[in-house]
């Protein structure tokens, strides 16, 4: 992540995301882990399909962060 965004220290043009899923654990309780498990791996593909998102994981249970890289200055 430190090369990626080294070029845009100091512009407009880096923005780092972080998401949390409030109260997730009852879509376990209620579908199952199984299901839990699987929407979050689909949100995580999705987050890969944000226009200028260069990178998102998953950093633990219903936490990501996605850093996004703007063709231009806001």
């Known amino acids: ?11 407009d043009q880096a923005f780092w995301f972080a998401m949390d899923f409030f109260e997730f654990r009852l879509i376990n309780y209620r579908y199952g882990m199984k299901a839990g498990d699987k929407l ?11 226009p200028g998102a260069v990178m998102s994981r998953r950093m633990y ?3 990501f962060v996605v850093l996004v890289i703007s063709e231009q200055a806001q």
Do not use: C, H, P
């Open 40 to 50: 979050l791996d689909t949100f995580e593909q999705y987050l890969n399909t944000i």
């Open 1 to 11: 992540a430190a090369r990626m965004t080294k070029n845009y220290i100091g512009t």
């Open 61 to 63: 249970s219903d936490n």
